[in-house]
């Protein structure tokens, strides 16, 4: 077995490396070898360590373009796998639970694994939908183009549904979003605070309920229930 203190290429003798600190001179290593085998070797790894570090960052760039927001960029979790499997496969997922219980970070991780799998995924809210549609209106761009781009993704994620103002307008752009999913056999994945009769519920308080069931009995249809239960972890600091 090579000796520490010598070059594994050469077999060299290496030179010891000090610092100094405090006015005494400190052993911190040996100073790397200049044969050619060692300098070789130093190149390679510095390619391997340049190539991950560019990777990372092309993986970031893709989740910036779908839609993840940094806090959740390296959101995982044991749920994910599964769900997102079975988005390319077709089918939704809705992710109900109270505040706090990690809807948004699973929704995210789910969103990270089909990106890196070549989905083209966007994730977004009613709240930025419903903005982004009443931006166009007498200025660039028009409503059906904001949908449109909602409707060609592979999978939508819709985070907090529910949380917009319960009006007419709103239920019927929520409808438009589903319903193209819907009838297009697109996966969407949401996420709420709602379990899906107290979904109907909100989405009816100011406005028509046939619509509010249509909207969840789409959703129903397609997706898969997951609940998440327990305390908010937000205001208990990350403690169960």
Known sequence: MPSTTECPHCGAQLEVRYVVLAGRRTFCGW?????????????????????????A??????????????RFMTAA???????????????????????????THLASAVARLLVDGG????????LGVLAAIKGTYGGDG???????RLS???CLVLDDLGKE?????????????VNDRYENMRPVVVTTQYGKSDLIRRLAKNGDEETAVAIVSRLSEMCDKYELQGKDRRLSNGKR
């Open 165 to 177: 103002s319960p009006t007419d307008w709103t239920l019927g752009q929520v409808f438009r979003v």
């Open 119 to 126: 989905t083209s995924v966007r994730v977004t809210d009613m």
């Open 142 to 148: 028009t409503e059906d183009g904001v949908l449109s």
């Open 77 to 103: 979790s044991p749920m994910a796998e599964g769900i997102a499997a079975k988005v390319e496969q077709g089918r939704g997922a809705y992710i109900c639970g109270p505040v706090g219980t990690g809807k």
């Open 152 to 154: 060609r993704v592979g």
């Open 57 to 70: 960052a092309k993986r970031r760039r893709a989740y910036e373009r779908a839609g993840i927001k940094p």
């Open 31 to 55: 100073k790397p070898c200049g044969c050619p085998g060692a300098v070789a070797e130093r190149d390679e790894r510095s390619r391997l360590e340049a190539r991950a570090k560019e990777a």
